[in-house]
């Protein structure tokens, strides 16, 4: 069986991080999308939905986790 997992830096930080490309949590950058790590993504929460009294948006539980090839 073959898992697929990817491998790059945090658009915000820097840190390097393995995530799951179809689940983890993005921004564009220069028209593209770059992940974000769960330090970011979590800074990202407090400042755009939760100072705004809204509900932070929900870490998908596979954003950096492997994922099984289907094929």
């Not at 491998?7 to 930080?13: D, K």
């Not at 991080?17 to 992940?35: T, W």
């Not at 790590?37 to 539980?61: M, S, Y």
């Amino acid at each position: 069986m073959v898992t697929i997992l990817a491998y790059g830096c945090c658009c915000a930080c820097g840190t390097p991080i393995p995530f799951n490309p179809d689940y983890v949590p993005s921004i564009r950058v220069n028209g593209s999308k770059q992940p974000l790590c769960q330090a970011c993504f979590a800074q990202w929460n407090a400042i755009h939905r939760t100072a705004k009294g809204l509900e932070p948006l929900a870490l998908h539980p596979m954003a950096y986790q492997p994922q099984p090839d289907i094929g």
